[in-house]
């Protein structure tokens, strides 16, 4: 059974870093690219960006609002995707999940919530 | 404001159909292929289309998709109270270089 799980989330004041976890089993993760999005609350889906598998490099993509902020990286021996948000803003705040794929998103974590609050 | 645009609400009568219309542009929707998600307040999006107008895997024929040029719209026939979600369309914008979703749309059944 495909599972991906987020962790990590939780209060952190502005400016700070934080990292997210993206836990998965249940299928071959080193043959998917991974993505992360976000929703805020009370509002719609907003793609962050994705990592490719490592056979085109690992490469990423970024939305232009997290781009210089916000890195996503893979580690395929532990079946996990990372995002890694750092000088964090008010408006970063948001439920934050994780899904595999880069243009059809056919399975996603639960979510993790993120406040960026003083 | 959304890169694609999708109305805010839709209802519909239990049993009838609906549509959901979702526009874009030649960068996105005319040029990639479109999904479509619904998502239950508080739980994470599911896929319902694919390509278009493809299901997966356990996604009943009451759910369809199609295309028109820069525009496409999600059908749903036999509506029951359980469809009351929010509906979501994203592609690829080969311009922005980013996936791009519509604003959902917020299906009411009555």
């Known amino acids: 059974d495909v599972r991906l799980v987020e962790s990590g989330g939780g209060l952190i004041q502005p400016g700070r870093s934080l990292r997210l976890s993206c836990t998965t089993s249940g299928f071959t993760f080193s043959d998917y690219p991974m993505s992360w999005f976000r929703q805020a609350p009370g509002k719609g889906l907003e793609w962050v960006g994705f990592?490719?598998?490592?056979?085109?490099?690992?490469?990423?993509e970024s939305a232009a609002s997290v781009k210089g902020r916000f890195t996503i990286s893979r580690d395929d021996s532990k079946s996990a995707a990372y995002l890694n948000m750092s000088s964090l803003k008010v408006e970063d705040t948001a439920v934050y999940f994780c899904?595999?794929?880069?243009?059809?998103?056919?399975?996603w974590g639960q979510g993790t919530l993120v406040t960026v609050s003083s | 404001q959304s890169v694609l645009t999708q109305p805010p609400s839709v209802s519909a009568a239990p049993g009838q159909k609906v549509t959901v219309s979702c526009s874009g542009s030649s960068s996105n929707i005319g040029s990639n292929y479109v999904s479509w998600y619904r998502q239950f307040p508080g739980t994470a999006p599911k896929l319902l289309i694919y390509?278009?107008?493809r299901r997966p895997s356990g996604i009943p024929d009451r759910f369809s998709g199609s295309k028109s040029g820069t525009s496409v719209t999600l059908g749903i026939t036999g509506l029951q109270t359980g469809d009351e979600a929010d509906y979501y369309c994203g592609t690829w914008d080969s311009g922005l270089r980013a996936v791009v979703f519509g604003g959902g749309t917020k299906l009411t059944v009555l």
């Open positions: 390509d278009d107008f």
């Open positions: 899904s595999r794929g880069v243009s059809t998103f056919d399975r």
């Open positions: 990592i490719r598998i490592k056979s085109y490099g690992a490469t990423t």
